[in-house]
Antibody, heavy 121, light 108 residues
């Protein structure tokens, strides 16, 4: 069973920063693509960003490009999301997900439990 | 870029068949994936590449993709199937993953 453990969420004011982490304690993620997907309260899923297994390829949703940075540390089996210049509309649950086939068009096979981010003045 | 259109809600009686659609121009050329999300839980993959089931997903879940519509079909619906369902694909034009708006399946 693939388990993902998230951390780093919280409540911040607009314009501030947060760094989310997502660890996979029982699986080596170095061969897998990784992604972040978010969900605003009462809304649907929104893809945020993805990174390839080696870290060379990254893509971002237009709504976060230039403000968010995805990274990974394969030696620690951990995925990160650095979120800068946060806005009220960034509020929501952030899910990390593993893409076993490491292709852009592949499915998101395993999901973490969600990390709550609240941006409010 | 793709906009994936799903019906907001679908209702079905137990034991019947539920059909959830995901519409977009020429979607048949794309790999479509489906996720189930129950209240308070993370999404879970139920179909990938239109019709392949991950380990543990019942055979009652099936899918197809033709023309402008991908379809998730749930046969012999059970109360435990009540959830939100999302389709998803990769938009090669924008290099983005895209989700449909989600469909709330209610079991009557």
């Amino acid at each position: 069973q693939v388990q993902l453990v998230g951390s780093g969420g919280g409540m911040v004011q607009p314009g501030k920063s947060l760094r989310l982490s997502c660890a996979a304690p029982r699986v080596a993620v170095r061969d897998y693509g990784l992604s972040w997907v978010r969900q605003a309260p009462g809304k649907g899923l929104e893809w945020v960003t993805s990174i390839s297994s080696g870290g060379a390829e990254r893509s971002y949703a237009a709504s976060v490009k230039g403000r968010f940075t995805i990274s990974r540390d394969n030696t620690r089996n951990t995925l990160y999301l650095q979120m800068n210049s946060l806005r009220v509309e960034d509020t929501g649950l952030y899910f990390c997900a593993i893409c076993v086939r490491d292709r852009e068009d592949a499915s998101l096979d395993y999901w973490g439990p969600g990390i709550l981010v609240s941006v409010s003045s | 870029s793709y906009v994936l259109t799903q019906p907001p809600s679908v209702s079905v009686a137990p034991g019947k068949t539920a059909t959830i659609t995901c519409g977009a121009d020429n979607i048949e050329h794309e790999r479509v994936h489906w996720y189930q999300q129950k209240p308070g839980q993370a999404p879970q993959l139920v179909l990938y590449n239109e019709s392949d089931r991950p380990s543990g997903v019942p055979e009652r879940f099936s899918g197809s993709n033709s023309g402008h519509t991908a379809t998730l079909t749930i046969s012999r619906v059970e109360a435990g199937d009540e959830a939100d369902y999302y389709c998803q694909l990769w938009d090669r034009g924008s290099d983005h993953r895209v989700f449909g708006g989600g469909t709330k399946l209610t079991v009557l």
